[in-house]
T-cell receptor, first 115, second 113 residues
Framework: SAVISQKPSRDICQRGTSLTIQCQVDSQVTMMFWYRQQPGQSLTLIATANQGSEATYESGFVIDKFPISRPNLTFSTLTVSNMSPEDSSIYLC????????????FGPGTRLTVL | DQQVKQNSPSLSVQEGRISILNCDYTNSMFDYFLWYKKYPAEGPTFLISISSIKDKNEDGRFTVFLNKSAKHLSLHIVPSQPGDSAVYFCAAVVIQGAQKLVFGQGTRLTINP
């Protein structure tokens, strides 16, 4: 398995501002992902964070709104830009480990509230 | 288009009895299915999985059943314990390509003493 930490664990932000969420893994991993869980809803994949190249975004998510960096195999950041109350969610990073039956391991999440 | 559905938002079971959580899917390309458990203020934790070429996988108190013809899977927990109280998510993945997990909406399981 992998140990994943996220910072911050929670934040309350004002409309129009941006927040950068960090994800740190205790080992080198090939695949890193960012998810969003809106209140009372399922987890939705935002993007796959690719090391050394641009992230791959899912339908409905764009780089201008959710820029992602992945400078190495243990670290990634997700920025939520120009926030509105609709961005209030839990944001989670996950990693995929090759050979472990395709399961992903999740960080504890960042609970974001936008006022 | 909800490709993975958990139609029961909540389930209440008495301690010691069997808990059965259900999940339906629409995409026949899914070839791997997983169950995650989530406690409040924590990320989802992997519980058990099953390949589409199998119809059952068992791990201790947890068993997952897959019915491909009905596009249905279920998670059985027996006996249920108070620590099993959590939200359970069903997820599916197409192995070829980017290994993107598609999640259901989750079922909140409450085990009553």
């Amino acid at each position: 398995s992998a140990v994943i930490s996220q910072k911050p664990s929670r934040d309350i932000c004002q409309r129009g501002t941006s927040l950068t969420i960090q994800c740190q893994v205790d080992s080198q991993v090939t695949m890193m992902f960012w998810y969003r869980q809106q209140p009372g809803q399922s987890l939705t994949l935002i993007a796959t964070a690719n090391q050394g190249s641009e992230a791959t975004y899912e339908s409905g998510f764009v780089i201008d709104k959710f820029p992602i960096s992945r400078p190495n195999l243990t670290f990634s950041t997700l920025t939520v830009s120009n926030m509105s109350p609709e961005d209030s969610s839990i944001y989670l990073c996950s990693v995929g480990l090759a050979g472990l039956y395709n399961e992903q391991f999740f960080g504890p999440g960042t609970r974001l509230t936008v006022l | 288009d909800q490709q993975v559905k958990q139609n029961s938002p909540s389930l209440s079971v008495q301690e010691g009895r069997i808990s059965i959580l259900n999940c339906d899917y629409t995409n026949s390309m899914f070839d791997y299915f997983l169950w995650y458990k989530k406690y409040p203020a924590e990320g989802p934790t992997f519980l058990i999985s099953i390949s589409s070429i199998k119809d059952k996988n068992e791990d201790g108190r947890f068993t997952v059943f897959l019915n491909k013809s009905a596009k249905h899977l279920s998670l059985h927990i027996v006996p249920s314990q108070p620590g099993d109280s959590a939200v359970y998510f069903c997820a599916a993945v197409v192995i070829q390509g980017a290994q993107k997990l598609v999640f259901g909406q989750g079922t909140r399981l409450t085990i009553n003493p």
